[in-house]
Every structure is written in C-alpha cells, then in structure tokens.
C-alpha cells in the first residue's frame, strides 16, 4: 500500500479498525520515510527494533478489539521526554549518554494508549531557541523550500515540525515554554496545540521553566491534536501543578457549530512592520470565522508589549535554577579535571564543555535577575507584570469573549544562519504572538492558514480560556475547514 | 544598570559556567542588550499588584509525608559519570 506514512491519525486509526492496514506497515512506512530523510536532520535517535516490537503487539491488541485509542499509531517524541532506556539528552552535550530508568508521564500515557515511539527528535538545546540551531545534533532543515536557501523549521520543537511536515511520523511531541510547539508549526505547516497550564503533567520532561513549559500534540489536523491531546492529558500525582480535572472527549467537542460564540482582535497584535501578508491572512482567518456565525469584537490586552521582556527574566530565572543540577555528579557529562582541581573547578568546566552559547547565556542572565540586589528590580517585577499580563486576559473573557485569534508569528520561516550575527534579542521577537499565552497559563493552538507569496506556509493562532481546549479545538476545526490548507512541501531530500 | 567585566565575571562565577578573561567583554556586551531590552518593565505601573506565585488558582496537591519510593541505588547511579561503591565520586572537597 502507497505512502501509508501520509496517513493522518485519525485516518491510519480508523484502517487500523477496519482491519486495512496493520501497525507493522504503518511503522514500517514511516521508518523508511525517515531513513530516506536523514538530511532533514529531524529523528535523531531512532528505535526502530523498538518501533516494530510495539507495532507488534499493537497488532495483537488490534485483533482482539477493544484497541486503546492511540493503538499502532507511530508517532515521535521530543528529545526532551525522558523515555526508559532510550537516549533523551535534551539536545545538550551535557546530557550525553543519559538514559534514564524512567519514562515520562506524558509518553508513558501516549505508549499507554497503544502508540508506536518511532525515535527522538530533534530541537534546541534545553528547548531554547526559536530557529532550532541551538542544537548539539546540529540544525533542522524545514521540509519546506522555495529557493536554494535552508530555512528553518522553528524551534524549539522544529524536529518533531519537520517530521511531522514530511511525513516521517503521523504526529509527534512537542513542548511549548514561549511558543516552542505554535511557532513551529506555524512555520512548517502543521497543527501545534499547548494546553492549559496543568494540563498534562511535566513528570520527566527536561525542566526550563516550570511555570510556562507544557506539552502538547504537533498533527497534521486539528482532529489528530485532539486525539493526541486527550491522550497526553490526565492528573499525575508526580506533578504538583498537574490539574485533578477530568480530561473531555476532545474529538467529540470538534462537532457542533460556533454559532454565536464571540471571537477577540487583540489591536496590541497589530505590529509596526507587521508584513502585509500576515496582515491579510489575520484579516481572512476573521472573515472565515464571522462567516461560521461567531460574533468579532476588537479587544485591547494592554500589557501585551511587556510580554516578552517580562518572559526573559522569568524563563531565565527559572532555567538557571533547574539547570542547577547540571553538574557532573549525576548523570551525563563530566569535564576532564587538571591536577589540583577542585569540585567547584569540575563544576565550572563541565558545565563550559556541556552547555552550549545561548543555555550559557541564558542561565548567566537568570543568575544575574536573581542575584542579592537585583531579586526586586528585575525577577519581582517581571512577576508582577504577569499577573497584569494575565489579567488582561481574564478581563475579556469575563467581557464574553470566547476566544483570541491573532497572528501565529512575526513572518515566514527564515533561512538557517540569517540570525547568526543577529543580537540576541532579534530572536527572541519570533515568539512575541506566543508567549503571552504561557505567561497567562492559557491554552493555544497554531493553524495552517495559508501560504505566502514566496510559497511558505503561515499559521493564526487562537487563545482560549482556562481548561477549555475543547472549545478552542471546535475554533480551530472550523478555521481549518474554512482555509482549506492542504498544500504540503514538495519532498526534494 | 550597566554591566562591566568584573560583574559578568561575578555572575559568570554564581552560575558555575567557567569563562575565559578574553570572552568577558563579549559576555558583558550581551547582558547589556538583554538587560536594556528588560529594562522596558520600567516602565509598567506594578504598585499594588502582587508578583505571580502560580498561574492556576488551584492550592498545590498535598499528601501523606511517607515514603512511596526508594531502594533503587543501582538505578540512581547508573548514569553517573564516576560511581564507586554504591555512591556518586566527586573530586576531593575537604582537605
């Protein structure tokens, strides 16, 4: 059978019942389509003994009915999951050779439900990034091409973006800290959703920030992210910020119309410099969605422009405290010591050796806002600030509003290396449209909703109230019907 | 607040990242730009308003202060660098 790695989740789920295909030529398909896709850079610790193994008794499972929801279906997972005895070294030096005796919460729920783990993929480097060049595995190539530049796929999940895009997996993990999942699958054509803070337990996942990082589904469709979402969700006592709320028929809450409900045009979105056709595509997503029968409504968020320098202090901060652990004792690895060196001396050098330029950059920055003398100028008023930021939030939604759309990102992909000169600063601009959501906790979803004239895909993104996913994917399923996007990237590797 | 050598050396120091006295000033140029990008907060009016302690309202999960976990040595080491006789090695820290 023809291209089955094309297939989407909901697709392969539904061959799989009827008893079409089987797990083991799902698997199988994906597997050569990644082994021919080496260039892209997307998978880089491939299990495919693993793979077929669980197809196998996913097949088992199949035959006697009564499969779990995500039974055969081959899937990636993000470096940053630890997954037991498998390389899961967040694409840093520092975690090389670990693999840990454990298996995150999230992954564990995903192989729980029958999924196939096809490898790890790809991403920045303790997911921080937005171009996926912080990599130690090296950069990720966006499937997407127009001319003889390599663009990026996003980042930090621009692996499982890639992947997901050219169709070497049927979907795959992502993580979302600043716009790690929306941005990336907003420049690589797909469907990124970051749920609420709470959500799905971060038991196992290499920590950056605590109190931004989720997981979420990177899909083909909106139907397939609720699948996958449903699955990941769940309480996990082994998180102390995970929600003891019970998980909704995701895929159910697709049906039905958003006839009446009230969508938000944040007017702060609205960049100077904001190229015209990210303009246009914002203004047809809001055509699309006033033709469903949603009411629009322009709505200020005041504290929108403080979202991103209020982000890289508390997401700094954060990361310097968890990287902490970092240290060479434990896990992976350890400088090579002088004679006469100390333990504050290994310290030092493993963390110099095993620490790329920007997770460098990054811990010194949140060391400093941290630091006795600068606690209330910089990190106490970076918190104070988000609750504003939050607050903004809970304003419209008590004002009726249903759900946000804006804009995705900034532009289109870029080409690989076009930032190297670029101060640091210059990045982190990608994530302006993403990061108040994680400041706010919110839950927010990235949809393909057209191409621009240079042929490269750009997504809107709709925000929406705590815990109401449900309802957010309904908007999303709508919009994606409405853009009618289906071009993919022409396979050229 | 502008940050010279000596203070990218302090906070070099505090995170335990060992940098060379010639990537110093490099070091210290792009704390400026990130500090002068944060410097922004400045500007935003927080009196009164309470810094964020969790972005759900939900009080932490609590529960009974017993053991659930343990006697897992061999695992606990098994991706340490240098193990030896059931615990982490280190280089000497006391004298």
């Known amino acids: 059978m023809a291209e089955l790695n094309k297939l989407t989740l909901a697709e392969a789920r539904d061959k799989l019942r009827a008893k079409e295909v089987t797990s083991v030529e799902l698997t199988q398909a994906c597997l050569d389509a990644a082994a021919q896709a080496k260039t892209l850079n997307a998978f880089v610790h491939d299990t495919p003994d693993l793979a077929l193994q669980q197809a196998e008794a996913a097949d088992a499972t199949l035959a006697k009915g009564d499969a779990p929801s995500m039974c055969g279906l081959p899937i990636g997972i993000k470096d940053l999951f630890c997954t037991k005895g498998v390389a899961s070294q967040a694409a840093s030096a520092i975690l090389e050779g670990f693999r840990p005796e454990y298996e995150s919460t999230v992954s564990q729920n995903l192989l729980d439900a029958g999924a196939v783990m096809l490898g790890k993929l790809n991403m920045d480097e303790f997911a921080m990034g937005s171009s996926n060049e912080t990599s130690v595995y090296g950069d990720v190539i966006n499937p997407w091409k127009v001319d003889s530049r390599q663009l990026t796929p996003g980042g930090s999940s621009g692996g499982s973006a890639s992947a997901v895009a050219a169709d070497l997996c049927l979907a795959a993990t992502g993580t979302d800290t600043g716009g790690s999942i929306r941005q990336p699958a907003a420049f690589t054509g797909i469907v990124g959703i970051k749920p609420t803070y709470g959500r799905c337990s971060r038991w196992g996942i290499v920590a950056f920030a605590s109190s931004l990082d989720q997981a979420g589904p990177m899909t083909k469709t909106v139907r397939d992210a609720a699948i996958m979402l449903e699955t990941m969700c769940g309480h996990d006592a082994k998180d102390s910020t995970s929600v003891d709320l019970p998980v909704p028929d995701f895929e159910a809450a697709l049906q039905g119309d958003i006839k009446g409900k009230t969508i938000g045009i944040p007017k702060e979105y609205r960049m100077d410099g904001m190229p015209d056709e990210i303009e246009n595509l914002w203004s047809d997503g809001t055509a699309m969605l006033k033709d469903a029968g949603a009411k629009i409504v322009d709505i200020s968020l005041p504290h929108t422009r403080y979202a991103l320098p209020a982000y890289y202090v508390i997401a700094p901060a954060e990361a310097s405290s968890n990287l902490a652990r970092y240290d060479g004792v434990r896990y992976g690895h350890r400088a090579k010591l002088s004679q006469g060196d100390g333990i504050t001396e290994m310290y030092e050098k493993t963390r110099a050796e095993g620490f790329g330029s920007e997770v460098q950059r990054r811990i010194m920055v949140g060391t400093y806002v941290l630091s006795a003398g600068f606690y209330d100028a910089y990190y106490n008023r970076a918190r104070r600030v988000r609750t504003l930021i939050k607050k903004d939030f809970e304003d419209v939604f008590a004002q009726g509003i249903d759900a946000i759309l804006t804009p995705a990102t900034p532009t289109s992909a870029f080409g690989l290396g076009e930032m190297k000169d670029a101060d640091p600063v210059q990045m982190y601009i990608n994530d302006v449209f993403t990061v108040t959501v994680n400041l706010a906790g919110l839950p927010g979803i990235s949809v393909p909703a057209g191409l621009d004239k240079q042929g490269l895909p750009l997504g809107l993104q709709l925000i929406g109230k705590p815990f109401e996913e449900g309802e957010l994917l309904q908007f999303a399923h709508t919009l994606e019907r409405a853009a009618g996007f289906v071009a993919k990237p022409e396979k050229w590797w | ?95």
Do not use: W, Y
């Not at chain 2, 009080?59 to 006789?85: I, Y």
């Open chain 2, 1 to 95: 607040m502008s940050i010279d050598i000596t203070m990218a050396a302090k906070v070099a120091k505090l995170a335990r990242i060992k940098v060379e006295d010639d990537a110093l000033p490099a070091l210290a140029e792009e704390f400026n730009a990130i500090l002068g990008f944060i410097e922004q907060l400045e500007e935003v009016d927080v009196e009164g308003v309470e810094p964020m302690t969790s972005v759900t309202p939900q009080r932490l999960k609590r529960r009974e202060d017993v053991v659930t976990d343990g006697d897992q040595q061999d695992k606990v080491l098994s991706n340490a660098p240098d193990a030896r006789e059931g615990f982490f090695a280190v280089p000497k820290v006391v004298e």
